[in-house]
């Protein structure tokens, strides 16, 4: 098992994705599929005239997306500098193709520079995961709470414990090996959010959306590459078989990736 990253070497990993992939999604995650289910996912929660925070925002990929299809006034904020610019730029030129305002700004969702109940939703997508420690996840979710109007909600799509181990007792059963869990995450631990909820936080639902598609992608579609001896790339997220894939109902609680619908009471 890869050693895992310090706090200052995860953001130094996430300022040299910025450098080194720019507006690209990429930036954020190599597979697009699950970030386009992600926001079709959450815009679901989301209704016009929202005052929405997403925190975590990289380089602005989701966050446009989400104002493109809804009427809301969003910020983005992300602790990685190069991150914000590349998210401004995005900006230029888009204000035609938006049915409501974004802006950008630097913020750590540890200690985010917001005011108390300010926000009808705050999201984040994949940010949890790469904190280092359950102990700042929690203060994460604290913060997140703090920003919430009552009765608001928070969107989390993060990467999970449980459906990482059942993913890959799925393919240890097809003679496949283990997916690793990225040495710069920690994956959201199910069982520690149920016993250690922070205080007005309640869990309404939790939505396993690429269920389906991680099984299509991460052990259906390796298989059949290797059994073709086709060369084909198992990873490419670009593929036909992938966006195919991301269109089919979920089923199962096999997606690492999963949205975790909180109210604030």
Known sequence: MAQKYSLAEIRDFWSDQARLHGQ???????DVRVMEME???????LADGDRVLDVGCA?????VQ?????????????????????????????????RGSIEFASGDITALDEPDAAYDKVITIRV??????????????????RVLKPGGTLLASEATVRGWVNLNRFREEWGLPD??????????????????????????????????????????????????????????PG???????SQLPPAGDYGTQKLFVFRKQ
């Open 128 to 145: 949890l995961i790469n904190l280092g420690s359950w102990e700042n996840q929690l203060k994460a979710l604290r913060e997140c709470t």
């Open 179 to 236: 997916i690793p869990m990225p040495p710069f995450n920690q994956y959201l631990d199910e069982e520690k959010l149920a016993a250690d909820m922070p205080v007005g936080l309640q869990l309404v639902d939790v939505v396993d959306f690429a269920s389906t598609y991680y099984v299509g992608t991460r052990v259906l579609k390796p298989l059949l590459a290797k059994a073709l001896e086709s060369g084909v790339d198992a990873a490419d």
């Open 239 to 245: 593929m036909e078989w992938n966006r195919w894939f």
């Open 24 to 30: 690209a999604a990429a930036a954020s995650w190599s």
């Open 66 to 98: 989400f104002a493109a299809g809804r009427d809301i006034r969003i910020r983005g904020v992300d602790y990685i500098p190069e991150m914000i610019e590349q998210a401004r730029q995005r900006l230029t030129g888009m204000a035609d193709r938006l």
């Open 39 to 45: 926001v079709r996912e959450i815009s679901r929660y």
């Open 59 to 63: 380089n602005g990929y989701s966050t």
